[in-house]
């Protein structure tokens, strides 16, 4: 059961990115969640999180592939580690597939769904190096 509502709430994810709709990304962590993004402080909180989604957003991230490779459930809490590919658009029209690894820790609500309490993901691309960073 945990694993088709944990499935199901990704998917409510992807889906509304597709949409552009930030509000409803949020939706899918918890009240209190934490998004631990690559290069940045954590973004704490519903409000929080569906302002970095909105900006994403702006800045062409439109789309995204959650492949779950490992969950494990205990109770009310259950941890998922997956591969991710997220689809970028460049100002100048240029489409950029980055393929990523996550890590969500899920959390049971009291309604009896799933949303994610802890999100924390970066990209398989290298690092620039020393010399070509800006």
């Known amino acids: 059961m945990e694993r088709a509502a944990i499935e199901a709430n990704n998917a409510r994810f992807s889906s509304a990115l597709e949409r ?3 509000a409803a ?3 899918c962590y918890t009240g209190d969640g934490l998004l631990l993004p690559p290069g ?7 409000d929080a999180i569906e302002a970095f989604w909105r900006a ?11 492949e779950t490779l490992s969950l494990e ?17 460049a100002p100048d029209g240029t489409v950029i597939a980055d393929v ?9 609500q009291e309604d ?6 802890v999100d924390i993901f970066n990209s398989d691309a290298p690092e620039p190096a020393p010399a070509e960073r800006s």
């Open 20 to 22: 552009g709709e930030a």
């Open 25 to 27: 990304m949020a939706d």
């Open 40 to 46: 940045l402080p954590a973004v704490s909180g519903r």
């Open 56 to 66: 994403g957003i702006e800045a062409g991230v439109h789309a995204v592939k959650l």
């Open 73 to 89: 459930a205990w109770g009310d809490a259950a941890v998922e580690v997956g591969r991710a590919t997220v689809t970028i658009e």
């Open 100 to 108: 990523g690894k996550y890590v969500v820790v899920h959390r049971r």
């Open 112 to 117: 009896g769904s799933w949303r994610w309490a």
